[in-house]
């Protein structure tokens, strides 16, 4: 059988397992995502301390595990394929309309995983730390508020990346096959725009442009409603 006698090949069990791992981890990531932006924000700011402290501790302390490590198994399982496909190799291939649409959603995805173990992970640590502290009647962590609106940006930032990173992973299979590759004058355009709205708004999420409050993120990741809206354009 081809599923065993090729085992890394494009229709080779390793790849089917690879590519299943991709889908339920993706899946299971950006849902959860999607849950921290669009659900649990709007509802925490409407319980009261001891609320949220309980929300907390028994519904996002669980929920953070299943969201990081979603996340990691969707970038793994992501390199899995990439590294064991004959094409990445062939820098045609880097260069048709398919290979540019992995390339954007390979590079968004894995910042994407990155904001979740190296900032969101860490920052919500001290932040729900400081949560469940002060509704247990504690002192509140100073550094809790910084932390919060480092872990929001971040969080916020991946909802943003999310929905051109889903376009840009069903690109090559049902779209880009209709295209010819483009010229490479087009190819540099598409590189550099590319480029300039990634490093931006990651830079501008991390506070590295004007701080956490600055003009971009207030118009594009104050609220989920402006991130949804500008993710589309």
């Known amino acids: 059988m081809e599923l065993f006698n090729d085992w890394m090949g494009i229709s080779g069990g390793g790849q089917a397992l690879g590519r299943y791992a991709h889908y339920l981890g993706g899946i299971t990531w950006i849902g959860l995502l999607y849950f921290f932006n669009f659900i649990q924000g709007s509802a925490f700011g409407e319980m009261s301390d001891a609320a949220r402290g309980e929300a907390l501790r028994k519904i996002t302390w669980r929920t953070l595990w299943w969201f990081r490590w979603a996340a990691m198994l969707t970038w793994v399982s992501g390199i899995w394929i990439l590294v064991h496909q004959e094409l990445i190799h062939d820098m045609d291939y880097w260069r048709s309309a398919p290979g540019m649409g992995i390339a954007f959603g390979s590079i968004l995805g894995t ?49 943003l990346f999310s929905l051109p990173l889903i376009f840009f992973m069903m690109w090559p299979s049902h ?57 589309f354009l």
């Open 111 to 159: 910042t994407m995983a990155a904001n979740v173990w190296m900032v969101i992970w860490p920052a919500q640590k001290i932040a729900i730390g400081s949560s469940v502290t002060v509704s247990e009647g504690g002192e509140a962590d100073a550094e809790a508020p910084a932390a919060a609106k480092r872990a929001g940006r971040a969080s916020r930032v991946n909802t």
């Open 175 to 231: 779209f880009g096959l209709n295209f010819d590759s483009p010229e490479g004058g087009t190819r540099a355009v598409l590189w550099i725009v590319f480029a300039v709205i990634w490093l931006t708004m990651e830079l501008s999420a991390l506070g590295k442009i004007g701080g956490y409050d600055n003009k971009i993120n207030a118009v594009v990741l104050e609220k989920h409603q402006d991130t949804i809206k500008w993710g």
